[in-house]
């Protein structure tokens, strides 16, 4: 529906961060969208816990944008206004990684739009580029930079060589990390917007429980120091590719040469590459969140659903999920610095198959540190492996082990 007098309004929810941002920049935009569209968008009514009315809102919109977050009562409302056949915009990706199907199904029923932009990369046009631009690719795999927190204090880690708490307190007196981290650091924020990428680039439904998941609380920064020595950059990465007829999607730190594509993406900065043959390698960058520009992709989202017709995505595949995936990995390991030792390690890795590609060995005292880069090998192997080595004897800390990316793009 559409007011008869040129006016396109629209209901808002919630007026927090990116709420009263996009409240801000509508009237600013308000002239150019009209040019483009034939019709003056403005806002009728906002619904906060506060304020406001949800029935009394949906009554006199033609278009929801739903900045509340998290699960209810922003599913139920979503629901209903497309229910109501009005068109939806959200950024909510805890939303669209849990109930995305039930609620893209909906809106292809009542034949609305559900657009989410802002829910992936804030600003980068991903969602997009993937549903329109490479809508018929055969997408091989994507990587993607898509927590600003974490590259923030994983930047800052390396930059600076401080602890992760340091850098993470330094993220927060910036702004860039909430007073609680945890959905950030755990990698669960990166995991739900790598559900929804991969339930667009492979048409496949992807829960966020499916997500393979591990965060950036345990790297230490002799962990990136010594990668610094290997020329290895450290990234929270997600990932989606297909394997062995099968989709593994997942979020974990990982090591990258200098010369991929997202080795170069510092601060509270995301990045999306997505490989397929047709297209060999797109890379995406951009901010990925903060107020002004998540709205922008709101807008974005509001002016292509005044603009018919565009599709909500359908799944055609149903791909099986994947866990156990092949990677190469650095693996730290601090052991008594004695003779028969080196054979020890390198009997546990020849027993699982494992070859080292390179390695790096520090006296320290009585100790040695072993740091090596092994190549790529099944992780259920490896972690076998891992374990093997936290029951020898002449082990002195924990092994540490982070996956290491191999692609560089440079053939
Ligand atoms: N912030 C970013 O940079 C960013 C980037 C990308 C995507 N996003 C997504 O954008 C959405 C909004 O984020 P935000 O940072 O703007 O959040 P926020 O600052 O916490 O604002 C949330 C707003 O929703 C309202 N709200 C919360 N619970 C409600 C309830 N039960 N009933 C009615 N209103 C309720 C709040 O009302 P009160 O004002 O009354 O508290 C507030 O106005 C989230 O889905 C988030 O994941 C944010």
Same mark, same amino acid.
């Given at each position: 529906?559409?007011? /008869?007098? !040129?006016?396109?309004?629209? &209901?808002?929810? =919630? ?7 996009? /409240? ?13 569209? +034939?019709?003056? %968008? ?9 304020? +406001?009315? *949800?029935? /009394? ?19 139920? $409302? ?12 959200? /950024? ?11 609620? $893209? ?5 009542? !034949?609305?739009?559900?657009? *989410? ?82 339930? #667009?680039?492979?048409?496949? %439904? ?8 591990? =965060?950036?609380?345990?790297?230490? %920064? ?8 290997? +020329? ?12 062995? &007829?099968? #989709? ?8 990258? @040469? ?8 510092? !601060? ?44 909500? %995505? ?15 990995? @650095?693996?730290? #390991? ?15 890795? &020849?027993?699982? !198959? ?37 029951? #020898? ?19």
């Amino acid at each position: 529906m559409t007011s /008869a007098d !040129g006016r396109f309004r629209i &209901g808002l929810l =919630g007026h927090g961060t990116v709420g009263a941002a996009f /409240a801000e920049l509508l009237p600013r935009r308000a002239e150019r969208i009209a040019a483009i569209t +034939g019709l003056r %968008p403005g806002v009728v009514g906002v619904v906060t816990r506060s304020r +406001g009315d *949800f029935d /009394a809102l949906l009554e006199q919109s033609d278009l929801i944008v739903e900045l509340i977050g998290g699960i209810e009562p922003a599913r139920a $409302w979503v629901t209903r206004a497309i229910r109501a056949g009005r068109h939806v915009v959200t /950024a909510n990706k805890q939303l669209l990684s849990q109930h995305g199907e039930e609620l $893209w199904a909906l809106a292809r029923e009542e !034949g609305v739009q559900l657009r *989410f932009e802002a829910a992936v990369a804030g600003v980068v046009p991903v969602i997009r580029v993937l549903t329109e631009s490479l809508a018929a690719a055969h997408i091989e795999r994507i990587h993607g930079i898509v927590n600003g927190t974490t590259n923030f204090i994983l930047s800052e880690m390396a930059r600076t060589h401080a602890s992760y708490e340091q850098a993470l307190t330094e993220a927060q007196r910036l702004g860039y990390a909430e007073a609680d981290p945890t959905d950030d650091v755990s990698g669960r924020d990166a995991a739900a917007k790598m559900a929804i990428l991969a339930r #667009l680039a492979f048409d496949t %439904p992807v829960h966020l429980d499916q997500v393979v998941c591990e =965060g950036i609380e345990r790297i230490g %920064p002799d962990d990136l120091e010594h990668a610094r020595d290997l +020329g290895l950059g450290l990234k929270l990465i997600g990932t989606a590719e297909r394997v062995d &007829g099968g #989709l593994s999607v997942r979020v974990h730190p990982a090591f990258l @040469y200098s010369r991929h594509p997202l080795a170069s993406i510092d !601060g509270p900065f995301n990045a999306v590459t997505v490989e397929s043959e047709s297209i060999t390698e797109i890379t995406m960058s951009g901010p990925g969140a903060g107020g002004p520009q998540t709205a922008s992709a709101v807008l974005g989202d509001v002016i292509s659903a005044m603009i018919p017709p565009a599709s909500t %995505p359908e799944t055609s595949e149903r791909l099986p999920i994947v866990s156990d995936v092949v990677s190469a990995f @650095y693996l730290h #390991l601090d052991v008594v610095d004695e003779p028969g030792v080196l054979s020890q390690v390198t009997g546990v890795l &020849g027993t699982h !198959g494992i070859s080292v590609k390179s390695v790096v060995q520090k006296g320290l005292g009585h100790n040695a540190r072993l740091v090596m880069v092994v190549h790529p090998v099944l992780e259920s192997r490896f972690f076998a492996a891992l374990e093997q080595f936290a029951d #020898l004897p002449a082990m002195r800390t924990a092994p540490r082990a982070i996956r290491v990316i191999e692609e560089d793009f440079t053939q």
